[in-house]
Nanobody
Framework: QVYFEESGGGLVKSGEPLTLSCRVYGRIDTVGSMAWFRQAPGMQRELVAE???????DYADSAKGRFTISRDYSRHSTSLQVESLEPEDSAVYYC????????????????WGQGIQVTVSS
């Protein structure tokens, strides 16, 4: 099974920075890509940023220039740094990991964290 440890959300003021963190653990053989999604009320879940097993980063157009995704391979973790939050960034942020398990190596599946609420006040 795969478990998530997420942290870093809360109520923040517009213009302030924020870092979200996510670590996956459990019966894991390999963690492939890791990504952050977000979902605002009444909206569909959307990709914010993704980082591949090889470290290649991809960002949504709305995230380019303000968001930075990184990962720590030794801890099976990823972080999402935001330089300057805007009210439009208010959403639940979800961590997603592509994982192969110890008893089924080379078979990857996506797993989702429970989500972190980020509320940006203007």
């Amino acid at each position: 099974q795969v478990y998530f440890e997420e942290s870093g959300g809360g109520l923040v003021k517009s213009g302030e920075p924020l870092t979200l963190s996510c670590r996956v653990y459990g019966r894991i053989d390999t963690v492939g890509s890791m990504a952050w999604f977000r979902q605002a009320p009444g909206m569909q879940r959307e990709l914010v940023a993704e980082i591949s097993l090889g470290g290649v980063r991809d960002y949504a157009d709305s995230a380019k220039g303000r968001f930075t995704i990184s990962r720590d391979y030794s801890r099976h973790s990823t972080s999402l740094q935001v330089e300057s939050l805007e009210p439009e960034d208010s959403a639940v942020y979800y961590c997603r990991a592509r994982v192969s398990l110890l008893d089924s190596a080379y078979q990857f599946s996506y797993f989702w964290g429970q989500g972190i609420q980020v509320t940006v006040s203007s």
